[in-house]
């Protein structure tokens, strides 16, 4: 038998090919998402849209039922790639995902293509398959032109011209009307500026849009909308290149065009174009920088906002016009306006809380007090109602900051007193990271007043750090600022003060050893001997004891300092208690000198002071103890660093004498 035609059956082979190649790309789509998989499958798909593209040049004899097979084929995979697109999942985002779904689209397209033309006469209305075919092209060269695949934008628009010239050989107007032959002229031609434009071929856009200029007055709405949208796309990436001049010429035809319909007629999504619209156009005209396209770009604003009142987008048109203002001229009354209504209107969300509080910053950083206000109007009427600490503890950071900038710090200490008792009645204390992050402002504020001698703001910023919605940062935080209050006190030499803060901490708080000795210091200005005495009993207790010498060493100065015999004497008293439990070389080195000065100021009390007759039979307590102490000491002959013997023959010989001397001046006693 003779063999056929080759090239026939190469070509039918190829058709065949195409068949089974749409069959297992099909299934695929929906799993292919790593990227060796899409990378094979891509490679596979641009050498059959190359096969496809080739064979369609030309007439082919194909059998109907193959025909059929190959539209089937494209309408399943074009579907299967509105589905896909319709996910918008995680991994349908990525580059290489989108591009397959785009490459696809593009293969499919010509599938179809190809296989109508082998049905042409066949079966069903050739206008309608030309009408079909081009509505199809333009949605795949809008996809195209959108994911930056111009060679698909190109060949899809190349098909679609052969189709129109072909609507126009047919004399297509008696059957699809001459309203839908311009619209399909005036989508054609702008899709055509569009594709001239991402090629910076902006002559050749501005050809194609002169063109359409006359067809685009005469479209129904549903056209104007889908057309001013791709106007719009045009001047956007105009803008995003930085030619805001040929950008703000597109973005203006766009306006002209969805404005010149009439409003009650537009779609739900050409009302958002018509939105998105002004919305470039705005921000364009503000990136030109001139006054007067700042000018232009609030008129705009106004007319929009006359239409639709007072959304929140027109809120930030206008907020984003007042900061394009020299600050010698900025409006600040006007901006917290804005932001006053921003902050009653705005859908909350991470997002809207964070352009509030930046904006409500730059208000502040711009001079206006008012700032202050519109944080404490937002966590109280907007943040406490619903409830998000995370928000709360976020606005509550940023109005604390500003409370310790205010050059009025102690009214700023006060209001914000007032504002944490409002938001203690209705919400929860804040979690640790915004107590410890709102206290570190705090400390740093009051720090510095206490530098500057300021007592009495220290004290109240010490009052608003210790305020129970800050209690999650626990007892050593509420001690570091108890005593920093109890400082304040002691500097403005009011000991009562001091002692109420210390009678409400928490016991262990109390029993902290610097907590102790800041009582101590109480004790010497009231002249409280109770006090001294428990204060000093409680840090020889201590099982710190080097610690412990080291801070009862300091209440000894302290109390020398003040005069305050009695108060020394306690203190050295302590100390030389300490030594009982710690017999380390380097403690024990210092254990006569002690010993000898606690001697010397008993008999100087006794001698000098008017309090030695009150005290006088415990002073010869005191004195006999030390001896006491000093013998049990010797006897258990303790050693310096250095191995040397502390308790020397001349100072035992000092011991000794003294010991016989106040034994004999005492006898009488």
């Given at each position: 038998?003779?063999?056929?035609?080759?090239?026939?059956i190469?070509?039918?082979?190829k058709?065949?090919?195409?068949?089974?190649?749409?069959?297992?790309?099909l299934?695929k789509?929906?799993?292919?998402?790593d990227?060796?998989?899409t990378?094979?499958?891509?490679a596979?798909?641009?050498?059959?849209?190359?096969t496809?593209?080739a064979?369609s040049q030309?007439?082919?004899?194909?059998?109907?039922?193959?025909a059929?097979?190959?539209?089937?084929a494209g309408?399943?995979?074009?579907?299967?790639?509105?589905?896909e697109?319709?996910?918008?999942?995680?991994v349908?985002?990525?580059p290489?995902r989108?591009?397959?779904?785009?490459?696809?689209?593009?293969?499919?397209f010509?599938?179809?293509?190809?296989?109508?033309e082998?049905?042409?006469g066949?079966?069903?209305n050739v206008?309608?398959?030309?009408?079909a075919?081009?509505?199809?092209?333009?949605?795949?060269a809008k996809?195209?032109?959108?994911?930056?695949d111009?060679?698909?934008?190109?060949l899809?628009?190349?098909k679609?011209?052969?189709?129109?010239?072909?609507?126009r050989e047919?004399d297509?107007?008696?059957?699809?009307?001459?309203?839908?032959?311009?619209?399909?002229?005036?989508?054609?031609?702008?899709?055509?500026c569009a594709?001239?434009?991402?090629?910076?071929?902006?002559?050749v856009?501005?050809?194609?849009y002169t063109?359409?200029d006359?067809?685009?007055?005469?479209?129904d709405?549903?056209?104007?909308?889908?057309l001013?949208?791709?106007?719009?796309?045009?001047?956007a990436?105009?803008?995003g290149?930085?030619d805001?001049?040929m950008?703000?010429?597109?973005?203006?035809?766009?306006?002209?065009?969805?404005n010149?319909?009439?409003?009650?007629?537009l779609?739900?999504?050409?009302?958002?174009?018509?939105?998105a619209?002004?919305?470039?156009?705005?921000?364009t005209?503000?990136?030109?920088?001139?006054p007067?396209?700042?000018?232009?770009?609030d008129d705009?604003?106004?007319?929009?906002?006359?239409e639709?009142?007072?959304?929140?987008?027109?809120?930030?048109?206008?907020l984003?016009?007042?900061?394009?203002?020299?600050?010698?001229?900025?409006d600040t009354?006007?901006?917290?306006?804005?932001?006053r209504r921003?902050v009653?209107?705005l859908?909350?969300?991470?997002?809207?809380?964070?352009?509030?509080l930046?904006n409500?910053?730059?208000?502040?950083d711009r001079?206006?007090?008012v700032?202050?206000?519109?944080l404490?109007?937002?966590?109280?009427?907007r943040?406490?109602?619903c409830?998000?600490?995370?928000?709360?503890?976020k606005?509550?950071?940023?109005?604390?900051?500003?409370g310790?900038?205010?050059?009025e710090?102690s009214?700023?200490?006060?209001?914000?007193?007032?504002?944490l008792?409002?938001?203690?009645?209705?919400?929860?204390?804040c979690?640790v990271d915004?107590?410890?992050?709102?206290?570190?402002?705090?400390?740093?504020?009051?720090?510095a007043?206490?530098a500057?001698?300021?007592?009495?703001?220290a004290?109240?910023?010490?009052?608003v750090?210790?305020?129970p919605?800050?209690s999650s940062?626990?007892?050593?935080s509420?001690?570091?600022f108890?005593?920093?209050?109890i400082l304040?006190?002691?500097?403005?030499?009011?000991p009562?003060?001091?002692?109420?803060t210390?009678d409400?901490?928490?016991?262990?708080?109390?029993?902290?050893q610097?907590?102790r000795?800041?009582?101590?210091?109480?004790?010497?200005?009231?002249?409280?001997?109770?006090?001294c005495?428990q204060?000093?009993?409680?840090?020889s207790r201590?099982s710190e004891n080097?610690?412990?010498?080291?801070i009862l060493?300091a209440?000894v100065?302290?109390?020398?300092?003040?005069?305050?015999?009695?108060a020394?004497?306690?203190?050295?008293?302590?100390v030389s208690?300490?030594f009982?439990?710690?017999s380390?070389?380097?403690?024990t080195?210092?254990?006569?000198?002690?010993?000898?000065?606690?001697?010397?100021?008993?008999?100087?009390?006794?001698?000098q002071?008017?309090?030695g007759?009150d005290?006088?039979?415990?002073?010869?307590?005191?004195i006999?103890?030390?001896f006491?102490?000093?013998?049990?000491y010797?006897?258990?002959?303790?050693?310096?660093?250095?191995?040397?013997?502390?308790?020397t023959?001349?100072?035992?010989?000092?011991?000794?004498?003294?010991?016989?001397?106040?034994?004999?001046?005492k006898c009488?006693?």
């Amino acid at each position: 038998m003779a063999s056929g035609d080759p090239l026939s059956i190469g070509r039918d082979r190829k058709i065949k090919g195409l068949i089974e190649f749409s069959t297992d790309l099909l299934p695929k789509l929906p799993t292919s998402h790593d990227s060796s998989s899409t990378d094979t499958l891509l490679a596979d798909l641009n050498h059959h849209i190359t096969t496809v593209n080739a064979i369609s040049q030309k007439p082919v004899a194909v059998s109907p039922e193959t025909a059929e097979d190959l539209k089937e084929a494209g309408r399943k995979l074009w579907n299967e790639c509105i589905r896909e697109k319709r996910k918008r999942n995680d991994v349908l985002a990525s580059p290489l995902r989108s591009k397959l779904l785009v490459r696809t689209r593009l293969f499919s397209f010509l599938v179809n293509v190809f296989a109508r033309e082998c049905l042409r006469g066949r079966k069903g209305n050739v206008e309608d398959d030309a009408v079909a075919i081009i509505n199809q092209g333009l949605v795949l060269a809008k996809i195209c032109i959108n994911e930056s695949d111009l060679d698909g934008a190109r060949l899809g628009l190349a098909k679609v011209t052969q189709y129109i010239d072909k609507l126009r050989e047919l004399d297509a107007e008696n059957h699809i009307g001459p309203g839908h032959r311009l619209n399909i002229e005036a989508e054609y031609l702008t899709m055509r500026c569009a594709l001239s434009s991402k090629e910076d071929r902006l002559d050749v856009a501005e050809h194609m849009y002169t063109k359409a200029d006359d067809l685009l007055r005469h479209l129904d709405p549903l056209s104007a909308e889908q057309l001013a949208d791709t106007l719009q796309d045009i001047g956007a990436n105009l803008s995003g290149k930085g030619d805001h001049e040929m950008a703000l010429k597109w973005l203006r035809r766009a306006h002209t065009l969805i404005n010149g319909q009439e409003l009650e007629r537009l779609s739900t999504e050409g009302l958002e174009v018509r939105m998105a619209i002004h919305h470039d156009l705005i921000q364009t005209l503000l990136a030109t920088g001139s006054p007067e396209r700042v000018q232009e770009a609030d008129d705009l604003v106004s007319y929009v906002e006359s239409e639709i009142g007072d959304k929140p987008v027109v809120l930030h048109w206008k907020l984003e016009i007042l900061q394009r203002s020299p600050g010698e001229i900025f409006d600040t009354d006007a901006c917290a306006s804005i932001l006053r209504r921003m902050v009653r209107s705005l859908d909350l969300s991470d997002a809207a809380l964070g352009f509030l509080l930046h904006n409500i910053k730059e208000l502040r950083d711009r001079g206006s007090r008012v700032a202050i206000g519109l944080l404490d109007e937002l966590l109280l009427t907007r943040l406490l109602p619903c409830g998000n600490m995370d928000w709360i503890g976020k606005t509550l950071v940023r109005r604390i900051w500003m409370g310790t900038m205010d050059t009025e710090a102690s009214d700023a200490a006060t209001r914000l007193i007032q504002l944490l008792e409002q938001l203690a009645e209705d919400s929860r204390p804040c979690n640790v990271d915004v107590a410890a992050a709102a206290q570190s402002l705090m400390w740093k504020k009051l720090d510095a007043s206490y530098a500057k001698k300021e007592y009495n703001v220290a004290e109240l910023w010490c009052q608003v750090a210790l305020h129970p919605i800050f209690s999650s940062t626990g007892e050593v935080s509420q001690g570091k600022f108890a005593r920093r209050l109890i400082l304040c006190a002691i500097s403005r030499s009011e000991p009562e003060a001091a002692k109420s803060t210390f009678d409400a901490l928490p016991t262990a708080v109390q029993n902290d050893q610097l907590t102790r000795y800041l009582m101590f210091k109480v004790s010497l200005i009231s002249w409280d001997h109770d006090l001294c005495r428990q204060c000093v009993e409680f840090l020889s207790r201590s099982s710190e004891n080097a610690k412990n010498r080291d801070i009862l060493y300091a209440c000894v100065r302290e109390a020398q300092q003040l005069g305050d015999k009695l108060a020394t004497l306690e203190a050295l008293k302590a100390v030389s208690a300490t030594f009982i439990t710690d017999s380390s070389s380097a403690a024990t080195a210092n254990l006569p000198s002690v010993l000898r000065c606690t001697i010397r100021l008993v008999h100087i009390i006794e001698s000098q002071d008017n309090q030695g007759a009150d005290q006088a039979a415990v002073l010869i307590d005191d004195i006999c103890d030390i001896f006491e102490k000093a013998a049990g000491y010797a006897k258990s002959d303790p050693r310096d660093e250095n191995g040397n013997k502390v308790f020397t023959v001349p100072e035992l010989e000092w011991f000794r004498k003294n010991a016989y001397n106040v034994g004999v001046t005492k006898c009488h006693v």
